[in-house]
């Protein structure tokens, strides 16, 4: 007679893993990163290497010091460090840029207990932190001159002061924004790659469009009432879908797995929840730009969407 084997559900495993889902996120940041290289300089990729160096040495020395088991098999520090350096203009101290990959690993992943136990997304929270405390360095936008493209260090001298095209609208066309040649931080300029990655993503079906849908589609809709006079209004609302952090953060930060709700109305709600933020900031707020703080928002008010928008089982009671 077979033994009754007794274990802790989940009873039935596919084949996906935590590592093959990160290593997926990675293959769709990669555009980006070369994108990022060729827009800002090589520059943009030392920094993208050296968040990621430092993300995954605080999860080492944070696991050895706390006699935890080693995680970085999972590839998520790797993923946090590429997000993080997409959030930080090309001129960022690299020290600075240590500094908020520690925090974001440290204090906002590990401390929570580590993947899948965090509050908020660590890259966007780290993103905020470091506006807050090192607020000159985040926002000075620039790109490399033609003569500085391959210096690593890139001097301020080797800077060309570039407007961001939430602060100066005028100055760019829907071509400039989709291939990323305007100002602003390395890796949510492009939005062609940012895009190709986002379609890789759907098709690998490690996100859905729910979330990424609502967020663009909801910004495009709000932003038609209030476009300004002479404009056309349907060239103003794309050109805010395709300004400042939107694309990455509706399909790579607002679609992380722990901080975003788990039913298909959950994530739509969640996704129209970012995009009535970031409307209200950019319009109404002292900042040109509202994505972090509103995925961050939105983020914290994960766990109400899920009581709210949790499926009844068949034929179950509710609990008293």
């Known amino acids: 007679m077979d033994k009754l084997i007794l274990a802790v559900s989940p009873h039935l495993r596919g084949k996906t893993?935590?590592?093959?889902?990160m290593l997926d996120v990675i293959i769709a940041l990669i555009p980006t990163v070369i994108a990022s290289s060729l827009i800002f300089g090589i520059r943009a990729a030392l920094i993208v290497a050296v968040?990621?160096?430092?993300c995954v040495l605080s999860e080492f020395l944070f696991n050895l010091i706390c006699k935890k088991p080693n995680s970085l098999g999972d590839l998520s520090a790797v993923v946090t460090g590429i997000i993080l350096a997409f959030n930080l203009p090309v001129s960022i101290p690299l020290w600075q840029a240590v500094v908020g990959s520690v925090f974001a690993i440290v204090v906002v992943k590990m401390l929570f207990g580590g993947i899948g136990m965090n509050f908020a997304n660590p890259a966007l929270t780290a993103r905020i932190f470091m506006f807050i405390t090192f607020g000159t360095a985040m926002s000075q936008y620039g790109r490399a001159s033609a003569s500085a493209f391959f210096n690593l260090s890139l001097a301020p001298a080797d800077i060309v002061a570039s407007s961001t095209p939430l602060a100066d609208s005028s100055s760019y066309g829907l071509m400039d924004l989709f291939i990323g040649n305007h100002g602003g931080c390395i890796g949510e300029t492009c939005a062609l790659t940012l895009l190709l990655g986002g379609i890789y993503l759907?098709?690998?079906r490690v996100i859905s469009f729910h979330i990424p849908v609502a967020f663009l589609g909801g910004l495009f809709v709000l932003s038609l009432f209030v476009a300004p006079d002479g404009i056309n209004l349907f060239t103003f609302a794309l050109s805010q879908v395709l300004s400042g952090g939107a694309m990455l953060g509706a399909i790579f930060m607002a679609t992380d797995y722990v901080t975003s709700p788990c039913t298909k109305?959950?994530?739509l709600i969640f996704g129209l929840g970012?995009?009535?933020?970031?409307?209200?900031?950019?319009?109404w707020a002292s900042s040109a730009e509202g994505v972090s703080f509103s995925i961050l928002i939105m983020n914290i008010l994960t766990p109400h969407i899920n009581n709210l928008t949790a499926i009844k089982p068949l034929g179950?009671?509710?609990a008293k």
């Open 202 to 204: 759907l098709v690998r």
């Open 51 to 54: 968040c990621v160096a430092a």
């Open 274 to 283: 970012c995009a009535v933020i970031t409307f209200l900031i950019r319009n």
């Open 265 to 267: 109305l959950g994530k």
């Open 17 to 21: 893993t935590t590592t093959l889902i």
């Open 316 to 318: 179950g009671i509710k």
